[in-house]
């Protein structure tokens, strides 16, 4: 597919393509390649080479690991989110495989360019670096999840989150089955349903995608949600990078939501 100049517009916004000077963006996205790519797609597979960095324009990508027959989800990406960006800066192997949940638009930028330019711009090579570092936050924050708290209280701070991103309002829509939302918890589908069950006694009801939140104070007490582990950064944060998402709260003159 050409790529058109809305794309290239679109996917300039990203904050670590915004720090590129214009020369470096020109040459990062000539050679790129957008195309489209149909529902259950695999884009990549863990242990392959990285040739490209991928930027989501449209669609969902579902990220996920094996292991010994065993596998799970890691993270659901949309528009614009970008992913193996670690592996391109190391030119290493993938440590996950990715795969297409929907019709997705795919821009592909060439790695070899990425870390060529990265030695020339400055601007853009510190940009991508504070990137990764939203990323190991991120990362950081879903381990202390993991580590520290049970299934419940993991599924009440998810809920309370959701919450905050839907606009605090009482009945919130799943944005993920069920089946998917356990494997993002770190949790097994039967533990899943046992953790809603046990949530009723603090005023949440489901109905299918439908979690009512009926008594918000009281599950809030149950989760305990820490500003150290749990990022409740608006909706419009979402899809404008990693970095943004970790200092939204502390430097707001940073966010162009």
């Known amino acids: 597919m050409p790529i058109k100049e809305a794309d290239l517009e679109r996917v300039r916004e990203l904050p670590f393509l915004k720090a590129a000077n214009d020369d470096t963006f020109r040459r990062l996205t000539q050679g790129a390649f957008l195309q489209r790519f149909p529902a259950g797609t695999t884009l990549l597979t863990e242990g392959d080479s990285v040739d490209f960095l991928y930027i989501v324009l449209d669609g969902t990508v579902e990220l996920s690991g094996t292991w010994n027959d065993k596998e799970t989800i890691l993270a659901l990406l949309g528009p614009l989110s970008t992913f193996i960006l670690a592996a391109v800066v190391l030119d290493a192997s993938a440590l996950m495989s990715a795969t297409t949940r929907d019709r997705s638009d795919i821009l592909m930028i060439s790695g070899e360019t990425l870390r060529r330019v990265m030695h020339e711009d400055a601007a853009f ?20 999840s993991q580590k520290l708290r049970g299934g419940i209280e993991r599924l009440a701070n998810y809920l309370i989150t959701q919450r905050v991103r839907q606009g605090d309002v009482e009945t919130i829509t799943l944005p993920h089955e069920k089946r998917v939302l356990a494997s993002l918890l770190g949790m097994t589908p039967e533990n899943l349903s046992r953790a809603f069950a046990s949530l009723a006694d603090y005023g949440v009801v489901v109905n299918g995608p439908l979690v009512t939140i009926g008594r918000p104070v009281v599950l809030t007490r149950l989760a305990k949600p820490d500003a150290l582990i749990d990022n409740h950064a608006p909706e419009g944060m979402r899809g404008r990078g990693k970095a943004l998402l970790e200092v939204w709260p502390n430097q707001p003159e940073r966010m162009t939501v």
């Open 125 to 144: 090579s510190f940009a991508v670096s504070q990137e990764l570092a939203g990323c190991y936050r991120g990362l950081v924050r879903s381990m202390k």
